[in-house]
């Protein structure tokens, strides 16, 4: 028995089944999860001493890479200065000046400690800000774990038979509406039934919790229209996107204003972080300015504020940006050696679909995902691991890119996978 397995055994009788957020499990890949001791760069080790590249990267807050020199002397320098407060402090000030300085249509940013707290508190601002209740998200869009959004999810649902999660109440989802991604037939149908109800639509714009699922500009643009022509807020969930694509996230790059967005993973520089932004008039619904009650013991925690800070900062001239999209490029055009694996990639995210079928087009919505993808990506999965390759832990989550991935790495995947 490996250190690993003996360590999941321990961990299974202490911990709901052995973990503390379900994808850690490998429940879908099979096998024994594998206890990380260490991360540097692009390299996890595990605790039995093997090494592997790691593609899945924390699930994408380490855009600069594990254990990152510039990100790690920040925290160090925050924390000799004690390492929470609970009261007015400069570090989250200057993340705020930050991001408002270089972000033209944000005015206002309020930091919580994770993705699901920022959307819970969007929803809320949402609602009060319109007086209305209903919520619209997308079929195999993923929004954190708070009870209104556990409708057709995706990232550890995904994988799941359930796809509303137990002790949701009625009276939640009935205020959830759900549309099909890539479908304006659907969206047109949903507002003009319920458009006068609804408070705010929820969308990652480039959905990559449940696959990775392009979006037609003209389809997000079409959404938009819709919501300013019917009173709803958009809201962009770009807790992945975020300073990935490019400093300023989806909404940068695509031109499309949301009313509100939601940013994490990246943004926390690999600490506990989320946040709210967007325009004073709606920002400043939130308490004490407003009526909207948000609030968080340990928000904008200095030490995490320091890790935000500094990964954004060295984000900010964009070279880290071409460095993604070349690697991106490279895995793509390499990726096509591989028969029986499509590879749907968008700037620095990736997803690995493993079906027999390469004629599927491209996949934009959950219903064309093909049926033989699960299996097939358990035995990719594992033949990667055994080779030193540390691929995302389920068929449906993404695999991300970092600064600290190199060509060499893209081709040693490659070569695995062959
Ligand atoms: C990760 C994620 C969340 C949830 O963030 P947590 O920090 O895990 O709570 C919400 N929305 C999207 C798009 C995400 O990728």
Redesign the pocket.
Known sequence: MSRSEELFERAKRVTPGGVHSPVRSFKSVGGSPVFVDSADGAQITDVDGNTYIDFCMA??PLILGHNHPAVKAAVIKALNKGWSYGAAETASLRLAELITDNIDWVDSVRFVN??????MSALRLARAATGRDKILKFDG?????TDAMLIRAG?GLAASAVTDSAGVPASVSQDTLVAPLDDEDSLEKIFSEQGKHIAAVII?PVP??HGLLPQRHVFLEYLAKLCKANGALLIF?E??TGFRLTFGGFTQASGLRPDIV?W??IIGGGF?V?AVAGRADLMNQFAPEGPVYQAGTLSANPVAMAAGYTTLEILMDGQVYTHLDELGHHLEVRMAEIPDVIVQRYDSLFWLVATGDKNTGVIRSKDRIPGDIAGRYAHLFQSALTTGIYLPPSPYEVGFLSAAHSRNNIDQLVDSLK
């Open positions: 699930f994408g994770s993705g699901t707290e920022a959307v869009c993923y929004h954190g774990h990232s990652e990559a919790n969930d807790i992945i939601t994490g993973k506990p989320g």
